[in-house]
């Protein structure tokens, strides 16, 4: 049955001109802008939108002019909330704000969802203060400015961390010091729900499209990542058995790559619900949310408010036995390379529907002054704008007269086509096809490759009704 995330691309009846895009990437990204009617850009002529590496941002030169209606995929200052050790110290600063303002109960409940962390090497003798009254906890050591799994070990013993601590950069933090290898150790949680006896976490999708004032839209799909093995914490030096990362998974002995190890939330949220209950679920979920608004809330002073910059944060949390939710970690670039059809389709709407978001043509009415706000835009939900979250009537039928957040985290996503067709004012386009290897990102060239495009383009044809 065809998967119900999937595109097709949009395009506006009304006439508008053709937009440039710029990427390095050659993966979905790449599909939709394409999908969509968009042409690239030379390397020396002005563009529209990029969807550049995260690096780009920070490299950027200050003299660099850039149009009004130019977008660029990363906020500047994105690090605040996706370098590990700076979103653990914005969140503590943020907490102790919320005890001044609506005292210590509340500011623990909303801000309760980090496991203990501590920045390495600058809090290590507080680190070890804590590790002395629980000796037999386990903890969890990440490099800071790493991803997909690398760097990241556990142990039990503060001898297990030795070699690490006698590195010649086991040094007080300095702010003009190098700190790639800088950790965090974080106590690890170790009662993760399980299905099928495996350990896994959540990807959920939030894009910001500003921080000042803050406007937050939250993706209903998203996705579990399953480790390959039965969970224990019998062997914690096991990464294949603790580390869900596709990159560490896909490296394991028997990994199916034609089946991966991903399952869509909405069938993830099915199996919660059947196991537990509406009321259960719903609770869960609203915790949930309330990790991605707090947490933004938290950078939301240091974070540029350019209103060029979009960004769409790739958020990973893990759920234990008590459905109680955990933030890992947040990613400022996450995948857009497919693994699996479900995959490929899920990442092609949520681009889509992103940029239906974004809305760089103008084409929806509900992004122009004066016009009501859209509550929706393909799978997007907006869940926080002018400084208040952004609710709606109580959609569970129990009796409820309070509003309820605009979140339908793993809601419906059946009539996301007509949706995304209704706010843009569009035609529909055919879908596209999921390539089974996709290339890997590459430099652009000199020259806009458009003899390379096309030819993509006319390989992708419409999309097999088998694929699921």
């Not at 939108?49 to 009004?68: A, F, R």
């Not at 939250?218 to 019998?234: K, N, T």
């Not at 122009?368 to 009537?393: H, I, N, S």
Request: one cysteine or more; proline letters at 5%; aromatic letters at 10%.
């Amino acid at each position: 049955m065809p998967d119900s995330t999937a595109g097709p691309a949009v395009e506006s009846s009304r006439p508008t001109k053709q937009l440039k895009f710029k990427t390095g990437f050659t993966n979905v990204v790449l599909d939709v802008f394409l999908a969509l009617g968009w042409r690239r850009a030379a390397e020396d002529e002005e563009w529209d939108v990029y969807w550049c590496e995260v690096g780009w941002v920070h490299d950027m030169p200050s003299t660099m002019q850039l149009s009004n209606s130019a977008r660029v995929c990363h906020f500047p200052t994105h690090l605040e909330l996706t370098r590990k050790d700076r979103s653990v110290t914005n969140m503590k600063r943020y907490r102790k704000k919320l005890e001044r303002e609506v005292g210590k109960t509340k500011a623990v409940k909303s801000c309760s969802f980090m496991p203990e962390t501590f920045y390495l090497p600058g809090e290590y003798h507080m680190f070890v203060e804590l590790w002395k009254k629980s000796p037999s906890t386990a903890w969890i050591m990440k490099p800071v400015g790493r991803a997909q799994g690398k760097g990241i070990f556990l142990f039990r013993k503060l001898e297990d961390i030795v070699a690490w601590k006698k590195d010649t950069r086991f040094e007080p933090r300095d702010e003009s010091a190098d700190k790639r290898d800088a950790y965090i150790v974080q106590e690890y949680i170790s009662n993760p729900y399980l299905i099928g006896g495996k350990k896994f976490d959540l990807r959920f999708y939030v894009l910001v499209t500003s921080y000042s004032p803050m406007e937050v839209w939250l993706y209903r799909q998203g996705f579990a990542r399953f480790s390959g093995y039965q969970f224990s914490m019998d062997n914690i030096a096991d990464s294949f058995v603790h580390l869900t990362n596709v990159a560490v998974q896909k490296t394991a002995e028997g990994y199916d790559k034609a089946k991966g190890c991903k399952m869509l939330f909405t069938d993830v949220k099915a199996l919660l619900r059947s196991r537990h209950g509406d009321a259960a679920v719903k609770k869960c979920l609203e915790e949930i949310d309330n990790v991605f608004i707090t947490s933004l809330l938290s950078v939301q002073p240091m974070m540029s408010s350019d209103r060029r910059c979009f960004e769409l944060y790739g958020y990973d949390i893990l759920l234990d036995t008590d459905l109680k939710p955990w933030l890992i970690e947040v990613n400022a670039s996450p995948s857009m390379t497919a693994d699996t059809p479900s995959d490929y389709n899920m990442k092609f709407g949520l681009l889509e529907d992103c940029f239906g978001v974004v809305d760089p043509e103008g084409k929806r009415a509900g992004n122009r002054p004066g016009e009501p706000q859209d509550l929706r835009v393909g799978g997007f939900d907006l869940v926080w704008a002018d400084g208040k979250e952004v609710t709606q009537p109580s959609r569970y039928g129990d009796g409820e007269v309070s509003p309820l957040s605009n979140s339908n985290l793993g809601g419906y996503m059946g009539d996301r086509k007509e949706n995304l067709l209704e706010v843009m004012g569009a035609r529909k386009l055919p879908q596209r096809e999921w390539v089974s290897a996709p290339a890997p990102a590459a430099k652009p060239s000199k020259k806009s490759d458009d003899s390379s495009d096309v030819s993509r383009v006319s390989s992708a044809t419409t999309r097999s009704a088998q694929a699921t």
